[in-house]
């Protein structure tokens, strides 16, 4: 049995000059392929957070959790939403100190708020902060390098065959009826 040359480290490939002679279309597939494998889990990730956050409008995997806080006194109806984090906040009714909103109640003497809220599971909700990371976040840099890396795919697959190849030619029916598709999708 032949022994191949072991295959380098990631970082150390991305190191490596082309001194084998190896043809641009190689050295293309390599990249691609290292860097497939190392994202592969932060792709399932966002593949995941994607298709769960397709149903954020909806109840779909969600359970209710009993919320008790206590927020400032005397809160406004907007401050009262702002502060609870809910869209589209709006009071049902006011007794007393008690104003009743969708899911729960507030003093407004005492600050305490109790409300029920539908929350996916953990993991799912942190994939789901991962998929909208912001600025505001510490490891956004690792939103704007898998960015960066999902175009290196999308630009390398056109320089990993020859362009008078068959494979190719196939590849590029695919392409073009691909950006087809994205234009729709955004027109509509």
């Known amino acids: 049995m032949k022994k191949g040359r072991p295959i380098p480290p990631f970082f150390f490939i991305l190191q490596q000059p082309n001194t ?15 860097l497939g494998f190392f994202l592969a889990g932060i792709m399932a990730v966002y593949a995941i957070s994607g298709i769960v956050l397709t149903f954020r409008s909806t109840d779909f995997l969600k359970s209710e959790y009993e919320v008790n806080t ?9 401050a009262l939403g702002t502060a609870l984090r809910k869209r589209g906040f709006k009071v ?16 407004t003497k005492t ?19 991962l998929h909208k990371m912001h600025t505001g976040n510490p490891l956004f840099w690792l939103g704007i390098f898998f960015g960066i890396a999902l175009l290196f795919f999308a630009v390398s697959a056109f320089f990993m065959f020859k362009p008078n190849a068959p494979i190719y030619k196939k590849g590029l029916y695919f392409a073009v009826a691909g950006f087809l598709l994205t234009i729709v999708l955004l027109l509509v």
């Open 20 to 34: 084998m002679g190896r043809k641009s279309e190689n050295t293309f597939r390599e990249f691609h392929r290292y």
């Open 70 to 78: 206590t927020l400032e006194p005397n809160l406004q109806e907007e």
């Open 92 to 107: 049902d009714k006011k007794e007393g100190d008690l104003v009743y909103f969708s899911g729960g109640t507030y003093n």
């Open 111 to 129: 600050g305490e708020a109790s409300y029920t809220e539908k929350r996916l599971p953990m993991i799912l909700e942190n994939m789901n902060k």
